[in-house]
């Protein structure tokens, strides 16, 4: 079975800064583009970044310079770097992943900005 996990999240105020990573394990092959979406109560589930494999990446416009995407295939790994946070980064963070047709989810990790 394909899990993903999200770790990383929490509590920040707002102008910090954290960190989500994401780890893909088990039975899948051929990852092509490894993004991650957010979603609050009341709203769709929206992409906030994505990078596919051959490295190019796009960023919501909310967080068009403050978020940063990166992956790791060695690892298995998809972080978001989020700086300047602002309090409507308030989320639930989801990780997402997909082997052309397939996509898979995280559970998703709680980020909430406030002081």
Same mark, same amino acid.
């Given at each position: 079975?394909?899990q993903?996990?999200?770790?990383? !999240?929490?509590?920040v105020?707002?102008? !910090? ?6 780890? %893909? /394990? ?6 092509? +583009?490894?993004?991650?979406? $957010? ?5 769709? $589930?929206?992409?906030?970044? /994505?990078i596919? $494999?051959? !490295?190019?990446?796009?960023y919501?416009?909310? %967080?068009k310079? $403050?978020f +940063? ?6 690892k298995? +790994? %998809? ?8 309090p ?8 997402n #992943?997909v082997?052309?047709? +397939?996509?898979y989810? !995280?559970?998703g990790?709680? #980020?909430t %900005?406030?002081?």
């Amino acid at each position: 079975q394909v899990q993903l996990v999200e770790s990383g !999240g929490g509590l920040v105020q707002p102008g !910090g800064s954290l960190t989500l990573s994401c780890l %893909v /394990s088990g039975p899948i092959l051929n990852i092509n +583009t490894m993004s991650w979406y $957010r979603q609050t109560p009341g709203k769709q $589930r929206e992409s906030v970044a /994505s990078i596919s $494999r051959t !490295g190019y990446t796009r960023y919501a416009d909310s %967080v068009k310079g $403050r978020f +940063t995407i990166s992956r790791d295939d060695v690892k298995n +790994t %998809v972080a978001l770097q989020m700086d300047s946070l602002k309090p409507e980064d308030t989320a639930v963070y989801y990780c997402n #992943v997909v082997n052309y047709i +397939t996509p898979y989810w !995280g559970q998703g990790i709680q #980020v909430t %900005v406030s002081s």
